[in-house]
């Protein structure tokens, strides 16, 4: 197994930014595709962005194209969500996840952090 925990949650203007991490303790970190999901209160949780094990490969959810990016250091078993020009609409409990699937198929995803709240003010 993999344990995930996320930190960088906070809270944040409309239009500010935030970077969040995401640390992994697994000596095999580079063989999981990762992802960041998010989740606003009664709502269902939402897929955000992915990138492949070697970090060459991202993929983004509309609401989060052009906005945020994904990276990875497999050096430090981290991955990262920098997120800009951050709404309202953007606030929710953001959520680390890894699979052993596809990075393209959201919900093979089975491998969770705790999460990091992330509040955008108007």
């Known amino acids: 197994q993999v344990q995930l925990v996320e930190s960088g949650g906070g809270l944040v203007q409309a239009g500010g930014s935030l970077r969040l991490s995401c640390a992994a303790s697994t000596r095999a970190f580079s063989r999981y595709n990762m992802g960041w999901f998010r989740q606003a209160p009664g709502e269902e949780r939402e897929f955000v962005a992915t990138i492949n094990w070697s970090g060459g490969r991202t993929y983004y959810a509309d609401s989060a194209k052009g906005r945020f990016t994904i990276s990875r250091d497999n050096a430090k078993n981290t991955v990262y969500l920098q997120m800009n020009s951050l709404k309202p609409e953007d606030t929710a409990v953001y959520y680390c996840?890894?699979?052993?699937?596809?990075?393209?198929?959201?919900?093979?995803?089975?491998?969770w952090g705790q999460g990091t709240q992330v509040t955008v003010s108007s």
């Open positions: 996840a890894a699979t052993e699937g596809s990075m393209f198929a959201p919900g093979s995803f089975g491998y």
